[in-house]
């Protein structure tokens, strides 16, 4: 019997958006072997105590549903971190969400609390699930470009935040500003000062904002992660987003939580329910007994500046001009001065050509924005171990 053919037509959700880049550069990668300095993860593993904790709790028998908005040691371990960390105290029953992630909580708040034909603003380049996030929800998607500084060559040297076009931005029907620091793809790091800017900004205006602070723990040089919950003033209206994927080495494990006061996890949690559910529970279990032992991520800005430091030492030797990393584990570089033809190719076919003929994946800085952009601009990611990087570094030499 032969089956029929149906070929459903239906109008997209999203007419615009294909498979994110992340996705698409490690399958090239996988295919050419190249070296995957493109998606962000560890190519090392994780603390082995970790897993112990996770395999114990579902020894334990802990397999069942957990509580919808994720276990209470969790949550606990959470609040107290938080607020030993930035001052600000969440109460772990009305005001903190595990999620699957850092991407669901983001998807979820703005799904909460973003209406059609609200506006929310995004500094690009941003992370490239926002804009489709808001979309989703029907929202009307505001976007402000990070002001690019370039030196007496015209290369990039560095990023600001744009303070007067996001004052130009916010208006009555601006529901949501979304921040990110330390920020992915450029490693710019927010400090109190910006804060404060921020807070006057959004002061007499109904504005929310959703803070991705997924790399709080990879802030360098000596300098302190500044996080909306240690402003008083923001912290009233802010929507805290982090992971546990990037501080533990777990990327793959998808667990992440919201902070946020009582009335905005009330609605987020309305719309978490019936999106997810809850989160798997032994992962839970694991994380809220390693959590306790603060040293973990107290340790990891030394850990990832140690990486950063030998993988721009190596860069230093080759044409690519480096931006600052204060902080991430991303290190972007304009290559528009490397003395080859492939120089001039835009950022796309510049990083698939350096996947599938250098054997280095990198991700180009123009996919985080939603309108075309060119700088010149590719991200590294160096959360490698150093043989994967030299092995990378000598073939970046080689250009
Ligand atoms: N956050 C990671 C990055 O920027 C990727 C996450 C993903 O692949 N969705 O590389």
Not at 43 to 50: E, G, I, N, T, V
Not at 115 to 139: K, L
Not at 330 to 340: E, K, P, R, T, V
């Amino acid at each position: 019997m032969t089956v029929p053919r149906i070929s459903p037509s239906f109008p997209s959700r999203l007419p615009n958006v294909g498979t994110t880049v992340f996705t698409v550069m490690s399958a090239l990668a996988a295919e050419h072997q190249a070296i995957n300095l493109g998606q962000g993860f560890p190519d090392f593993p994780c603390d082995r105590k970790l897993i112990s904790s996770v395999n114990d709790a579902m020894l334990a028998d802990r397999n069942q549903y957990p509580p919808m908005i994720g276990i209470a040691e969790l949550r606990y371990g959470i609040s107290e971190k938080i607020k030993s960390l930035y001052g600000h105290y969440y109460d772990p029953e009305s005001e903190i969400t595990i999620t699957a992630g850092g991407t669901q909580g983001i998807l979820t708040t703005i799904l909460a609390c973003v209406s059609p034909s609200d506006e929310v603003i995004i500094i690009e380049p941003a992370f490239d699930s926002y804009q489709p996030s808001i979309e989703m929800a029907g929202g009307k998607t505001i976007a402000v470009s990070l002001e690019v500084r370039r030196d007496a060559n015209g290369q990039v040297a560095s990023y600001e935040i744009p303070w007067d076009a996001l004052a130009a931005a916010i208006n009555s029907k601006t529901r949501l500003l979304m921040i990110n620091s330390p920020h992915n793809p450029t490693g710019m790091v927010w400090q109190k000062a910006d804060l404060e800017h921020l807070a006057q900004l959004v002061k007499n205006t109904s504005t929310l904002i959703l803070s991705d602070e997924v790399y709080e723990h990879m802030v360098y040089d000596g300098a302190a992660h500044h996080s909306v919950a240690s402003h008083p003033e923001l912290a009233t209206r802010s929507f805290l987003i982090s992971s546990f994927g990037k501080t533990y080495h777990v990327t793959g494990w998808k667990v992440g939580y919201v902070a946020a006061p009582l009335a905005l996890t009330k609605e987020f949690r309305k719309v978490h329910q019936f999106n997810v559910f809850t989160i798997n529970t032994p992962m839970q279990y694991g994380l809220a007994s390693y959590l306790a032992d603060a040293s973990h991520y107290l340790n990891l800005p030394a850990f990832y500046q140690a990486k950063r430091d030998f993988f721009r030492a190596g860069l230093e030797k080759t044409l690519f001009k480096l931006l600052p990393t204060p902080g991430t584990y991303f290190q972007c570089a304009d290559y528009s001065a490397l003395n080859i033809t492939q120089a001039k190719l835009n950022e796309a076919d510049f990083c698939k050509w350096l996947t599938t003929e250098v054997g280095v994946a990198a991700i180009p800085v123009s996919a985080f924005y939603d309108h075309p952009t060119e700088s010149g601009v590719i991200r590294f990611c160096f959360a490698k171990q150093e043989q994967t990087l030299a092995t990378a570094l000598q073939r970046l030499q080689s250009l």
